[in-house]
Each structure stands twice: as structure tokens, then as C-alpha cells.
């Protein structure tokens, strides 16, 4: 796409327009890793790197439901250029072009104009549809992360309509439908609005002026006659139509004369008073509080599982956090509901979930919803920067509709160590399985599943990297590290052995080095050092001894030329070490090189003599 100076001062010009635009650092490094991603593709090879920038920013900010218009991005991004400026048209034209290169499903819709969109499905007042705007710009003012946290635009667009609704006491704004038209569901926009009410506190949306409309007219109240106008959403950019939305000049805070925006009067009950659908009153939640989870209903514990499926996984905590109740509580209703058939317990990752009625499995939306899951709690963990987890979330989609998913964390961990492995990020597997419940050893099965799914190659490290690795890190003297090595050389796996990771492979063949070359080693230090787990650590130094012994009795390797036959007779293998097959090939390997026979021992006499 450019040389590296221009890119450079793009990455400089990203950061100044983030800050201009006070745009939260995920969209931000979102953008960058975007940017990093276009490389030189033809369709926008033509267009300046500026222009590419600035939309991609506004892109992210979109898919982010960030109230910022590409009007806002291209003048904040021309104050950073010296002799030219960026034409808002010239951003829209290229949309497509991004999104099609990013593999982004369509251009997102400005979040006022989903507002407006989505008021307009519903038959709200325009005056109502003004102040959700409000709300989302007061919202984005106050805390721009929140407002990018949000599970889609979508689902913020809805919960701003409903707050404005409710503060007016207008119907036809509740869950259900407005779970409808934004098609989300009545659980994301309750969420949804439940972080907004919080943000913005519930005092300030009642009271402001702002979020008023006149009851004569219907028409918002005007900006400068609110208390506290000084926290109006001047910093959220000014509510001009982008082209492409193809808005009214007025769409934003201009004020509302027309009579048809009039508030309903038909007698509905206002929103914030229904609480047939677990969402409750304001007053109903405060009032709950004190005695929730006190008597967690069977039914009610149910209906609120349906609920959440399968827009949602129904995970004990998201129940409880629906219910207002002790997570405990629930957790025994759940689990008695079990018992009578009217849920089924599932894993995904290292959470139960919940599902209503007699499902077999979980979808491939809800698998990999749980991945991905799986996939941020884990890269929350450890820290891991938005380029890996998104390196990963894209792995995950392109493979969990074709494989098995028995275990969301392990495929959401593998993606990760395969996106550390990729962008040259230092971490170990056993870093990542120690935040789940799994295996390090899992993760190594689904990387050779995602190598092969992908069209990414995955660089993985072999076993001799580890044994270097383990050498330096325990200070092995440089003949156990290079026994080690040739031991991995010579080592020929039986059919029936299992396939060892690098790391287990590496401190099974250390242990049997250092063993007859007289150092000791432990295998819980090997098992530390390596990350891999002590049982199979052990494992693999059997299958390795086993291997490397029956070799030198059947002559397969040279007695003269294998350098730990020279230590063999004086070293603490003994025929008690390991399990029993392999005590019985130490013991036929000491008395092959204490008798020299020169003469190889048969398969059936190695069968009779180590018992298989």
C-alpha cells in the first residue's frame, strides 16, 4: 500500500485524529492492525494512503457504533496533512472496496442512521429518535469505550431508543421489539441500556432538560435550556449527514415542530414500568436487590435460559445476572432442572452452559460465540495485544463451522498460540492452557488441525529448539544436551505409541540423557521448564528408553558409534526405572552390553524377555 515512511506518518496521523476525535484505543488499534492487513491490494492501490486510513478508521468506528460521521474522520484527518485535505465523498467511494479486502460482511450503517431506521420501524416520534441521539453522543462524551463495548451498533442503537422512550413515558420501545427490528435480541438491548443507564446515571437522564420532550408539543427540549448543558455531546462531532446515509440536514438536535412527532397519549404504560419479561422497572430493580436470590424459582430460571438462547449462552453467571440472584442459587436450580429434563448442561470452553429442551449440541453460531469467548477472556489474561486476539478470532471463524468442538477453550487458546506464533509474540502453551482447564498438549493437537484449515503457515518450534530450551534453563552441560538431540534423532515410535509434543518429546529424551550420563534431573523441573505435563513427560521418556534399548539389542543402531552405550552399564536406568516394559528393556539392554554379544536379539525373544 505505501513505503515505509508514508506509513509512518500514517500510523502518526491515526493517533491524532484518535486523540482529535477522543475515539477509545481499541478502535484505534483495531484500524492499525486493518491497515497492516490491506497490504498492496489492487482495488485501493490507487487511492492516497491518507484517504485509506481515514476510512478505515471510519470504518472501525462504525463496527465499533461510535456516533462519529465521515465528515468528522476526513476533517480531522485533513488537519493533519499540510498541502492537501480529504474529501469526505472520496471515503464513501471507497467503503466497499475496504470492507470487501477486510472480509467485513457489508459496510455498517452510521449509528444515527440505524437510530433513525430503527425509530422509524417502530413508529416512534421523531422527537424520540433526537433523543437517542442525545444519548448516545452524551454517552460516547462520557466513556468512548463503553460505547465501543457494546456486542454490535445495533444493539446500543436499540438501548438508546429505549431510554429515550422511557424517560418520556412513551410506548411501543420495549425489549421484545425492539430486539425484533435491530435483531439482536430483548437480552442484548436490556444490557445494552442497563450500561448506558449506568454511565450516564439514572438521576441525570431523568432530569435533563435534553432528554425531554415538551409535553405541549412533543418536540425535544432545547440543548441551552439544560441544567447541564455544559455535558452536551459538543465533543461527539457535529450531527451532519454523511452522503451515504442519506440524512436530513435537521436529523440532529435541530428541534422538532412537527406535529405528528407528538409523544403517545393513547394511554400505554410507559417501558420502564413493564417487568413481565425479567427486565423490570427501574424502582423494581433497586427495590429486588435486597432480597435477590433468596427464592430463585425453577420457572423463572427457565424462562429466563429460553430467553437468552440462542442470541445468547445461557452460562450460570448470565443467569444469575438476569435473575438479580446468587450465582449459587441458581446454579442449584439449574442443576434441578437438569434432573426433570427441562434444560441440558453443555461445556463450552471452561464454563457450563445452559440450553433449553432436549438440544443435542450447540450450534456453529453458538460454538463460535463461545470460542471467542474463550478466545478474549484468555487474551484479557495474558495481556495479549487487539493484533493477536484478532489474528485469532479470525482463525477461529474460519475453521469452527469444519471441525468438532468439544472443548471452546482449547480451540480458542490454539488460535491464540497460533497468532502469538505468527506475529513472532513471545509465550509458551502451557502460558495459555494455565488460564483454562485444559491441557497444554491440547493445544498442539489443534494447531496441526489449524495449519491444515488455513491458508496461513504456522511456524511451530521441534523438539531440538526445546531441548536447548530446557538445557539453558536447568544449565545441562552441552554432551546431555547434544545426547538429548541424537536420542530425538533415534528415536522410532512403536504404532501404538502416542504422538508426544515437541516439549514432552524434548524432556522425555533429557531425562534419558541426562540418566546415563550420570546428571541429575527432575522430572517436575523438566515438566516446569518445558510446560509440559509431568505424566506425559514420563510417558515419553518410557516410550523413548523403550525405543532407543530395544533398537540397540536388534542391532538397528551401532553399539561402536552410539555414545551412551559406553554409560549405559554404569548409569541408574535399572529395570526398575519407569513402568514395567520399559524396566524389562533396560535390563535386556544392560545384559546385550555387558555380554558384547555382537549378535542380535530376535523379535520373539525380545517379546518373551519385556512381556508383551
Do not use: H
Not at 40 to 55: M, W
Request: overall charge negative; aromatic content about 4%.
Amino acid at each position: 500500500m505505501s513505503n515505509a515512511a508514508e506509513r509512518d506518518d500514517v500510523e502518526r496521523q491515526l493517533t491524532t485524529v484518535a486523540e482529535t476525535l477522543s475515539l477509545p484505543s481499541s478502535t484505534a488499534q483495531i484500524t492499525r492492525v486493518r491497515l497492516n492487513q490491506l497490504g498492496s491490494e489492487p482495488e485501493i492501490g490507487d487511492s492516497s494512503i491518507s484517504i485509506v486510513g481515514a476510512t478505515t478508521l471510519a470504518l472501525s468506528a462504525r463496527e465499533d457504533g461510535l456516533p462519529v460521521t465521515v465528515s468528522d474522520v476526513a476533517e480531522a484527518w485533513s488537519e493533519t496533512l499540510e498541502d492537501t485535505s480529504i474529501d469526505p465523498g472520496a471515503m464513501t467511494a471507497l467503503f466497499d472496496d475496504i470492507a470487501s479486502n477486510l472480509d467485513i460482511d457489508g459496510v455498517p450503517p452510521e449509528p444515527r442512521a440505524l437510530i433513525e431506521r430503527f425509530g422509524t420501524e417502530l413508529d416512534l416520534p421523531d422527537g424520540i429518535v433526537v433523543v437517542a441521539k442525545r444519548i448516545l453522543e452524551d454517552a460516547f462524551e462520557a466513556d468512548p469505550q463503553t460505547v465501543a463495548g457494546g456486542t454490535s451498533p445495533a444493539g446500543t442503537a436499540g438501548a438508546v431508543l429505549y431510554l429515550a422512550a422511557a424517560v418520556n413515558d412513551v410506548g411501543g420501545a420495549d425489549e421484545d421489539a425492539l430486539g425484533d427490528v435491530t435483531d439482536t435480541s430483548q437480552v442484548t438491548v436490556r444490557n445494552r441500556y442497563k450500561e448506558l443507564r449506568d454511565l450516564l446515571g439514572e438521576q441525570r437522564l431523568e432530569t435533563a432538560q435534553r432528554y425531554r420532550l415538551d409535553p405541549d408539543t412533543g418536540a425535544p427540549m432545547a440543548t441551552s435550556s439544560a441544567p447541564d448543558a455544559e455535558q452536551s455531546s459538543a465533543g461527539a462531532g457535529p450531527e451532519t449527514a454523511d452522503s451515504e446515509t442519506a440524512r436530513e440536514p435537521d436529523a440532529g438536535d435541530a428541534e422538532v415542530t412537527d406535529g405528528t412527532s407528538a409523544a403517545a397519549t393513547d394511554g400505554s404504560e410507559p417501558e420502564t414500568a413493564d417487568s413481565t419479561d425479567g427486565a423490570g422497572s427501574e424502582t423494581a430493580d433497586a427495590t429486588d436487590e435486597g432480597d435477590a436470590g433468596e427464592d430463585t424459582s425453577a420457572a423463572e430460571t427457565a424462562e429466563v435460559v429460553t430467553a437468552l438462547f440462542p442470541d445468547e449462552l445461557p452460562t450460570t453467571d448470565r443467569v444469575a445476572e438476569e435473575l438479580d440472584a446468587d450465582p449459587e442459587a441458581v446454579a442449584a436450580a439449574l442443576e434441578a432442572l437438569v434432573e426433570d429434563g427441562t434444560v441440558e448442561r453443555k461445556r463450552a470452553g471452561s464454563t457450563d452452559v445452559w440450553l433449553p429442551g432436549d438440544r443435542d449440541a450447540l450450534g456453529p453460531g453458538l460454538t463460535e460465540d463461545a470460542v471467542q469467548r474463550e478466545v478474549d477472556a484468555i487474551a484479557d489474561e495474558l495481556d495479549l495485544n487487539a493484533s493477536v486476539r484478532l489474528f485469532a478470532r479470525g482463525l477461529v471463524s474460519d475453521v469452527v463451522e469444519d471441525v468438532d468442538v468439544e472443548n471452546a477453550g482449547e480451540l480458542g487458546g490454539a488460535a491464540l498460540l497460533a497468532a502469538c506464533l505468527v506475529n513472532d509474540v513471545d509465550i509458551e502453551a502451557n502460558e495459555i492452557a494455565a488460564t483454562g482447564e485444559f491441557a497444554s498438549r491440547a493445544l498442539y493437537d489443534w494447531l496441526e488441525t489449524l495449519d491444515a484449515a488455513v491458508d496461513v503457515e504456522i511456524p511451530t518450534a521441534g523438539a531440538e529448539t526445546y531441548v536447548d530450551r530446557l538445557a539453558d534453563a536447568l544449565d545441562l552441560d552441552a554432551s546431555v544436551r547434544e545426547e538429548s538431540v541424537r536420542a530425538i534423532e533415534q528415536y522410532d515410535p512403536r504404532p501404538d505409541d502416542p504422538s508426544y509434543t515437541p516439549p514432552e518429546l524434548a524432556a522425555g529424551a533429557t531425562v534419558f540423557a541426562a540418566t546415563v550420563r550420570g546428571t541429575e534431573v527432575e522430572l517436575e523441573q523438566l515438566a516446569d521448564a518445558s510446560g509440559a505435563d509431568p505424566e506425559f513427560v514420563s510417558e515419553a521418556t518410557d516410550s523413548v528408553l523403550v525405543s532407543l534399548c530395544l533398537d540397540l539389542v536388534r542391532e538397528d543402531l551401532d553399539y561402536e558409534g552410539t555414545a551412551w552405550t559406553g554409560d549405559l552399564l554404569e548409569s541408574e536406568l535399572s529395570p526398575e526405572f519407569g513402568d514395567s516394559e520399559t524396566g524389562a528393556a533396560i535390563a535386556l539392554a544392560k545384559a546385550y552390553a555387558a555380554g558384547r554379544e555382537s549378535q542380535p536379539v530376535d523379535e520373539a525373544t525380545i517379546d518373551a524377555l519385556v512381556g508383551r
